[in-house]
């Protein structure tokens, strides 16, 4: 079945540095949606992208969707201590009913 | 506007035992699907209902089952339970139609099997 596999696992950064996290499949994807996930938190949704090529900002955080659709990014521009936690990404599998497969995320800790 | 609720938010049973847990949906939403989510990895899918009816399921074996009710309010229940079950149970929604793409996640049920 379809995967996603997302690096690096961990990432530890000083405040102000940039953060990346990348996902990756060998099939391509119909659609890819990001979550956060603070200590001791729940996943909570941040966007999905559907377009090849597709980019969204919100506000320090830009995505990205492959022009393939095999692959996706999350770049955090001037990291702060709020972001810290796990960010996955996931696949919406099966379509408008469909359920979400998760990478394994990528944690990742803002030292101050 | 009420979030998805999720209770009892912790549980410690025993192996063998039953464990009944509970989620409410997001005000407007029908779908209701389960995750469960092991220590340092992403959630995965245990099923998921709309309509009262099972939908769709993922790799879990039959001990995990649940129900949906005419208020769209949801349990999953796990029998016979092995050491390995322990995890964050956690209980997603959605509206089936329009709206926001992502699913809402309640806080989750923190169970341990010991």
């Known amino acids: 079945g379809q995967q996603v596999m997302q690096i690096p696992q961990y990432q530890h950064v000083q405040e102000g540095e940039d953060f990346t996290t990348y996902c990756n499949s060998s099939?391509?994807?119909?659609?890819i949606q990001w979550y956060k996930q603070r200590p001791g938190g729940h996943p909570v949704f941040l966007i999905q992208?559907?377009?090849?090529?597709e980019v969204k900002k919100q506000k320090r955080l830009t995505f990205q969707f492959g022009e393939a659709k095999k692959n996706s990014s999350l770049h955090i521009t001037a990291t702060q201590t709020t972001d810290v936690g796990t960010y996955f990404c996931?696949?919406?599998?099966?379509?408008?009913?469909?359920?979400?497969?998760f990478g394994k995320g990528t944690k990742l800790s803002v030292k101050p | 506007d009420a979030g998805v609720t999720q209770s009892p938010t912790h549980l410690i049973k025993t192996r063998g035992q039953q464990v009944t847990l509970r989620c409410s949906p997001k005000s407007g939403h029908d779908t209701v699907s389960w995750y469960q989510q092991a220590l340092g990895q992403g959630p995965q899918f245990i099923f998921q209902?709309?309509?009262?009816?099972?939908?769709q399921r993922g790799n879990f074996p039959d001990r995990f089952s649940g129900h949906q009710f005419p208020n769209y309010s949801s349990e999953l229940n796990v029998n016979a339970l092995l050491l390995g079950d322990s995890a964050l149970y956690l209980c997603?929604?959605?509206?089936?139609?329009?709206?926001?793409?992502?699913?809402?996640f309640g806080s989750g049920t923190r169970l341990t099997v010991v």
């Open positions: 996931a696949l919406n599998y099966g379509g408008s009913q469909g359920n979400l497969i």
């Open positions: 209902y709309y309509e009262e009816e099972e939908r």
């Open positions: 992208l559907v377009k090849s090529g």
């Open positions: 099939t391509t994807l119909s659609n």
């Open positions: 997603a929604s959605r509206g089936r139609q329009g709206g926001p793409k992502g699913y809402t």
